[in-house]
């Protein structure tokens, strides 16, 4: 009995023990799917990660272009531009994908902070760094630029001009007949001393550095220069100043700050000059007396300009002469050259004195003012004594 019981007791406990296995393998099987599925998972998720990753590292990488580039194009960078605003223009032009890479390229090369204006020969769709690399390459560029100094005249500047641009200088003359065609208001050729105008584009000729645009026309390049001393005189207020603070006409003030630049030998006397001018011409009303006047005429006859001992009384007393000063009270019809912002400024913002001498007094080109002949004479020995040559010498 006891012997079945046993029997009976081991195989309940094998049909238990068969039934917890089936149990276990039914539980690995579920935990294998499980783990394959968990797999699954993660490898979609990390996919989605990479892949999501690869998406966001796109907006930080910069679009930019390969290789050297296909079809050449001109392109001009204007004056003062930023490097951003140089990309811009480059990818306006397609030279460049995007104003980010350019950017990059630059700040990976030192020098180009030295990119200058002008107007150059890349190619389309270039690599930013070779595009770079272009622009600071002088061979690219089709512009070399020009420099116009303070104080030259008119025709001085048309020399420079044609000798920089190739277009003849009869061409510039031309252009320069009708000053309001190259921008100039009509208002600017207006005087309160009822003198006459000499209505040409002598002293609005602004002198800086310029880079011209290789197929610009002489009335185009003209313009440019127009337009730059209107910007410069609105900036400082010119026009509003001189007519508030001098009661007298831009254009007046305009002559004055020609022959301030052409007086003074530094920039420090500009303003003391232009005061001469002013007290001479309209508080004393007396001839200014300005040589300068003088050698502009002779210049605008074809002849070569004098040292002051040099002119004789013929050519000072020059009854032809309109920009006479040696004989005629007040300022002469019309500017004689393109002065800088310092003598604008100055000719706006005299300082308030009684002077109507001066004197070039040391070979570094220093003035001295008087408001006296006595005065003007000690200056004038001043002068010789430090070896300036005076005709009084």
């Given at each position: 009995?006891?012997?079945?019981?046993?029997?009976?007791?081991?195989?309940?406990?094998?049909?238990?023990?068969?039934?917890?296995?089936?149990?276990?393998?039914?539980?690995?099987?579920?935990?294998?799917?499980?783990?394959?599925?968990?797999?699954?998972?993660?490898?979609?998720?990390?996919?989605?990660?990479?892949?999501?990753?690869?998406?966001?590292?796109?907006?930080?990488?910069?679009?930019?272009?390969?290789?050297?580039?296909?079809?050449?194009?001109?392109?001009?960078?204007?004056?003062?531009?930023?490097?951003?605003?140089?990309?811009?223009?480059?990818?306006?032009?397609?030279?460049?994908?995007?104003?980010?890479?350019?950017?990059?390229?630059?700040?990976?090369?030192?020098?180009?902070?030295?990119?200058?204006?002008?107007?150059?020969?890349?190619?389309?769709?270039?690599?930013?760094?070779?595009?770079?690399?272009?622009?600071?390459?002088?061979?690219?560029?089709?512009?070399?630029?020009?420099?116009?100094?303070?104080?030259?005249?008119?025709?001085?500047?048309?020399?420079?001009?044609?000798?920089?641009?190739?277009?003849?200088?009869?061409?510039?003359?031309?252009?320069?007949?009708?000053?309001?065609?190259?921008?100039?208001?009509?208002?600017?050729?207006?005087?309160?001393?009822?003198?006459?105008?000499?209505?040409?584009?002598?002293?609005?000729?602004?002198?800086?550095?310029?880079?011209?645009?290789?197929?610009?026309?002489?009335?185009?390049?003209?313009?440019?220069?127009?337009?730059?001393?209107?910007?410069?005189?609105?900036?400082?207020?010119?026009?509003?100043?001189?007519?508030?603070?001098?009661?007298?006409?831009?254009?007046?003030?305009?002559?004055?700050?020609?022959?301030?630049?052409?007086?003074?030998?530094?920039?420090?006397?500009?303003?003391?000059?232009?005061?001469?001018?002013?007290?001479?011409?309209?508080?004393?009303?007396?001839?200014?007396?300005?040589?300068?006047?003088?050698?502009?005429?002779?210049?605008?006859?074809?002849?070569?300009?004098?040292?002051?001992?040099?002119?004789?009384?013929?050519?000072?007393?020059?009854?032809?002469?309109?920009y006479n000063s040696e004989t005629v009270v007040g300022l002469?019809?019309?500017?004689?050259?393109?002065?800088?912002?310092?003598?604008?400024?100055?000719?706006?913002?005299p300082p308030v004195a009684p002077w109507l001498f001066f004197?070039?007094?040391?070979?570094?080109?220093?003035?001295?003012?008087?408001?006296?002949?006595?005065?003007?004479?000690?200056?004038?020995?001043?002068?010789?004594?430090?070896?300036?040559?005076?005709?009084?010498?």
């Amino acid at each position: 009995m006891i012997d079945e019981l046993d029997v009976a007791f081991e195989e309940d406990a094998e049909g238990e023990g068969s039934r917890r296995d089936h149990r276990a393998r039914k539980g690995r099987g579920r935990s294998a799917v499980a783990l394959v599925l968990t797999l699954l998972l993660f490898s979609v998720l990390g996919g989605g990660i990479y892949l999501g990753y690869t998406k966001v590292a796109g907006f930080f990488v910069a679009a930019d272009y390969e290789g050297s580039g296909s079809a050449p194009v001109e392109v001009t960078i204007i004056k003062n531009s930023s490097l951003t605003e140089i990309g811009n223009v480059l990818v306006k032009a397609d030279v460049v994908k995007s104003t980010k890479a350019f950017l990059e390229a630059a700040d990976a090369e030192p020098r180009s902070e030295n990119i200058q204006a002008g107007t150059y020969v890349l190619r389309r769709q270039m690599a930013a760094d070779q595009a770079v690399a272009q622009l600071l390459d002088p061979n690219t560029r089709l512009s070399k630029g020009v420099t116009i100094p303070e104080g030259k005249t008119a025709k001085q500047t048309f020399e420079l001009l044609a000798k920089a641009t190739g277009i003849p200088v009869k061409d510039f003359e031309e252009a320069a007949k009708d000053p309001e065609a190259l921008g100039v208001p009509d208002w600017w050729f207006k005087r309160t001393d009822g003198k006459p105008v000499s209505k040409t584009a002598e002293g609005f000729l602004f002198p800086d550095t310029y880079e011209f645009d290789p197929k610009a026309t002489a009335s185009q390049v003209l313009k440019t220069m127009v337009e730059h001393f209107l910007t410069v005189t609105g900036e400082i207020g010119f026009a509003d100043g001189v007519q508030k603070n001098l009661a007298v006409s831009p254009y007046e003030a305009l002559i004055v700050a020609s022959l301030a630049q052409a007086e003074a030998g530094n920039a420090d006397d500009l303003p003391k000059v232009a005061r001469v001018a002013y007290n001479r011409a309209y508080k004393k009303k007396m001839p200014l007396q300005f040589d300068v006047t003088t050698n502009y005429w002779l210049e605008l006859n074809g002849k070569k300009a004098k040292h002051s001992g040099q002119l004789t009384e013929a050519e000072m007393n020059d009854p032809k002469n309109p920009y006479n000063s040696e004989t005629v009270v007040g300022l002469p019809i019309g500017p004689i050259n393109s002065p800088g912002k310092a003598a604008l400024t100055g000719a706006q913002k005299p300082p308030v004195a009684p002077w109507l001498f001066f004197v070039a007094i040391d070979k570094a080109g220093h003035s001295a003012f008087a408001a006296t002949d006595a005065e003007h004479e000690k200056n004038k020995k001043k002068a010789c004594d430090n070896g300036i040559k005076l005709s009084d010498c």
